[in-house]
């Protein structure tokens, strides 16, 4: 499904960041195959265009022949991810949770390559957790380094409620990485404190280093952050000729970038783009990302 890259494209295309070390990872991958996964919390029941970024990256390393793991996070949902956001979210009921799975398989199967990758569920795990586990779990992690992260710190600034239990979100999605044992976790850059609380955690529970590889997130067709909140989303189920349209209004700065996170076309076919057709190059990515998906 997806064509075969270099370590080096592997660890550049679509990644703003590695930590500890791009060259850390790099050596690593070069002499074994490695555990990876990417979690995706079931809050809604479409996934967009910004979704699809990490599908993509995880099928790279799948394709490499790395042991890729899709997890659904069925635990962490029931918390909810405080990442970049003003205000506490609505608790989700397990029906919610069913009803946003269910279509989820049709809607990525014409990136993921179900007979390479591995299904999982948090739920699986977290939800066992007994009061001494979870004690353990926290007792690695102070609660002032919780209090940091940024969009707390704006609530209480404000002089807005931070919930207890949004407190517990991040030890939860790190304590994934311990569950898994993985050695690499892929997520957006609003994932990075997360990532790295499971990072921590990975290093004190098991003894061992977790890399963590930051995808970028998508502008929208309005330019702003893709994000179902704000409307400006392109779904992975759209129809096709919504899809194509909604991809023709995406302002002619992004095409660039559109083409490097979305399609398979090469960084020097992407240069070599003429920047006075900006309809005919935009043409082209729409009938690109339409075709991956729709066939």
């Not at 990417?38 to 995880?58: N, S, V």
């Not at 952050?225 to 349209?245: A, H, R, V, W």
Request: proline share 4%; hydrophobic share 35%; aromatic share 8%.
């Amino acid at each position: 499904m997806n064509k075969t890259i270099n370590n080096n494209e592997l660890l550049s295309r679509r990644v703003v960041n590695i930590l500890p070390s791009k060259d850390g990872l790099e050596k690593l991958i070069s002499g074994k195959k490695i555990r990876l996964y990417q979690g995706f919390d079931p809050t809604g029941g479409r996934l967009h265009l910004g979704h699809a970024i990490g599908m993509k990256k995880l099928m790279e390393f799948a394709d490499a022949g790395h042991e890729v793991i899709f997890l659904f996070g069925t635990g962490t949902v029931l918390v909810g991810d405080p990442s970049l956001r003003d205000t506490g979210r609505k608790l989700i009921t397990q029906e919610e949770i069913d009803e946003n799975i269910k279509g989820w398989k049709k809607q990525v199967s014409p990136i993921v390559d179900f007979d390479k990758v591995i299904i999982k569920q948090n739920g699986d795990w977290l939800t066992k957790l007994t009061l001494k586990d979870i004690i353990t779990i926290a007792s690695n992690i102070s609660a002032t380094q919780l209090f940091k992260r940024e969009s707390f710190t704006r609530r209480i600034e404000k002089g807005d409620p931070v919930w207890y239990h949004e407190t517990m979100y991040p030890l939860l999605q790190g304590y994934d990485s311990v569950a898994m044992d993985v050695d690499l976790e892929i997520g957006g850059t609003d994932q990075e404190f997360n990532m790295l609380v499971g990072r921590e955690l990975q290093k004190k529970m098991n003894g061992r280093e977790k890399y963590v590889l930051m995808t970028p997130m998508i502008p929208g067709t309005d330019g702003k952050q893709m994000s179902k909140s704000t409307g400006n989303c392109i779904f992975l189920d759209d129809k096709p000729e919504d899809m194509y349209s909604k991809l023709m209004s995406v302002n002619d700065d992004l095409v660039a970038t559109y083409f490097e996170l979305l399609t398979d076309m090469s960084l020097e076919e992407i240069r070599a783009l003429d920047p006075n057709k900006p309809v005919e190059n935009k043409k082209r990515l729409a009938y690109d990302i339409t075709r991956q998906l729709h066939g």
